[in-house]
């Protein structure tokens, strides 16, 4: 068998990093190609230079035999090479149409757009994916998993030679990454030639035929999926025996966060829960079911419209962010790009960021505090940059999700509220978050983690409330804790009822 696409011997280096060196992969249709490695390793960067996005310092890309000399993206992709980057790249001032057919819109004979065609064709790729998602939707209006759902519309729709998807799961939930494993096995019959990129073991033997494993811009190891165990490529991707996480069993202590019958119109009711110094509380449910909408509003991000939150035990309004951080809370979000980093900063101006207001002294900057705690949460976390001067703009996507995290375990709050914390986040790096976030409640603190990952919640949560359609559908003590009974209360409840506050997702 040809391979449809050769990368040869690429090396990149950006100022002060060499993000890969020597990288030579043949990818083959009809196969899907996996790349894992630890944040940082250098798979987006690959990606980038297959997507002519980045020019790359040494080696060549071979397209059908051919060496690629590609001035733009655009030009890779009408050659057939369609890429979903790490990032979502959808305008949200643009309809979903608008965006699946961005700088390819179906033309009327007189060269002007054909919009009926347009919304149509793009309705019959959203169905097909059995997405509940109109086409003509704003996509500010939608969801991160939604978003992350219409660029693989998108890419679907360009019936590519050769797709890429950069982790295109990690802000999916069971039930969209089923839809995506479908539209990758009809992709795979039609011979498209796939290279996907995870940090999620399990999906490996589920959707690939073979893996890359890259260490420090290193090419260490190709793999027949079929003829390596998970443990091998860990190890490999590691470079040594990785140890398995192992939660200890946490005492709840006194209460910290309590709501009652919170409301917000046409996104949640009715929700009522408690959070207790010392415990890991997860939410778990669909994506949609209105569990980070619930935390924004306790967070003052957006408005309830009725309901009441008690911290420490009295009644308070919380008119505000800032004002959240005064009162001790946190929320690391789970769209990073948008709400959570500054990518035009420096690591060390993003961690001391939400700490200001407990560590300035005299209205001045603690400045040995900022550098020493920078210092302090890139060595935990394994941040991998020159060092913590270093824009966040350049770090790779799971660094990124490592200096939010960083910032708010700094922040000195008590109640840390985790939309998917672990998104994007590598094997190694996901054990010592989960140590810290213990280490965090040992002492006294709370944490409401967010998480679509059932493995997760199973492996770190002491409690589990479970939300479906903006309701609260069930609470979970440690021992009753598993995939059945999580699977078995995120599914909608057909009750007969007509309540649901929910409509069809994204629809106008
Ligand atoms: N534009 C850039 N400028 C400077 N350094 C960069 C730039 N882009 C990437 N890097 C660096 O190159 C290295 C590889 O990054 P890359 O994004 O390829 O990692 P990755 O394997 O995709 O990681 P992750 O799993 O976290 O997404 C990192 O050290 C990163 O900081
Ligand atoms: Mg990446």
């Known amino acids: 068998m040809q391979p449809v696409l050769q990368v040869k011997n690429i090396a990149k280096e950006f100022p002060g990093v060499k993000a890969l060196e020597d990288i030579s992969i043949d990818f ?46 655009k030009d890779a992709l009408d050659a057939g090479i369609a890429v979903i980057q790490q990032e979502t790249s959808i305008a949200p001032h643009l309809t979903v149409a608008e965006n699946i ?7 009327q004979k007189n060269g002007l757009l054909d919009r009926k065609k347009m919304e149509a064709d793009a309705q019959a790729v959203l169905d097909e994916m059995g997405l509940e998602i109109d086409a003509h939707t704003l996509c500010s209006t939608l969801t991160a998993a939604q978003l992350q759902m219409v660029e693989i519309a998108k890419v679907i729709s360009k019936h590519a030679k050769v ?42 033997s589920i959707i690939c ?3 890359s494993i890259f260490r420090d811009g290193l090419k260490v190891a190709e793999y027949k999926i079929n003829e390596v165990d998970e443990q091998t490529i ?13 939660k200890p069993d946490h005492t709840a202590k006194q209460e910290v966060l309590r709501v009652e019958k919170l409301c917000q119109k046409g996104k949640f009711e ?34 309830l419209t009725s309901g009441k939150v008690y911290l420490n ?41 939400p700490n200001l207001p407990f560590h300035a002294k005299n209205g001045f900057v603690n400045v040995p505090w900022e550098k020493e705690t920078s210092e302090e949460y890139m060595g935990k976390l394994k941040i991998k940059a020159p060092n913590i001067l270093t824009l966040c703009g350049n770090l790779s996507g799971g660094n990124q999700q490592k200096v939010i995290l960083s910032k708010w375990l700094a922040a000195g709050v008590k109640l840390l509220i985790l939309d998917e914390p672990t998104k994007g986040i590598d094997v190694n790096a996901r054990a010592e978050f989960y140590a810290l976030m213990d280490q965090f409640v ?33 609470e979970l003590t440690r021992s009753e804790i598993t995939e059945l009974n999580l699977i078995s209360l995120a599914n909608p409840v057909s009750d007969g009822s007509d309540k649901k506050p929910k409509k069809k997702a994204g629809k106008k």
């Not at 057919?101 to 033309?107: A, I, N, Q, T, V």
């Not at 999916?172 to 479908?182: G, P, T, V």
């Not at 860990?234 to 192992?246: P, T």
């Not at 002492?443 to 199973?458: F, L, N, Q, T, Y």
């Open 234 to 246: 860990v190890n490999s991707m590691v470079g040594r025996e990785l140890g398995a996480f192992v």
């Open 28 to 73: 083959y249709p009809g196969e899907c190609h996996a790349l894992v490695g630890e944040n940082g390793a250098g798979k987006s960067t690959l990606i980038k230079i297959i997507a002519s996005i980045y020019k790359p310092t040494r080696g060549e890309v071979i397209l059908d035999g051919k060496v690629c000399n590609f001035k733009t993206p």
């Open 442 to 474: 040992e002492e006294g603190g709370s944490i409401i983690m967010v998480s679509s990952d059932m493995p997760e919640i199973i492996k770190v949560a002491d409690r589990a409330y479970v939300m479906s359609e903006g309701r609260l559908t069930g």
């Open 313 to 353: 035990g009295e009644e308070v309004h919380i008119k505000n962010p800032a004002d959240a951080i005064r009162r001790g809370i946190g929320l690391a979000t789970e769209d990073r790009r948008r709400t959570g980093l500054l990518l035009t900063k420096t690591i060390e101006e993003n961690i001391a960021l």
């Open 101 to 107: 057919y961005l700088g390819c819109e179906p033309k």
């Open 163 to 204: 797709v890429v998807l950069d982790e295109p799961t990690s802000s999916l939930s069971e039930k969209e990454i089923d839809s995506l494993f479908e539209q990758v096995r009809k992709m795979k019959a039609a011979n498209t030639t796939m290279i996907y990129v995870t940090h999620r073991m399990a999906e490996l």
């Open 270 to 303: 009715n929700v009522s829960f408690h959070a207790n110094a010392g415990e890991i509380v997860a939410f778990s449910g669909l994506v949609g079911a209105g569990r980070t909408e619930v935390m924004e509003a306790i967070f003052g991000a957006t408005k």
């Open 209 to 211: 035929e073979r893996c």
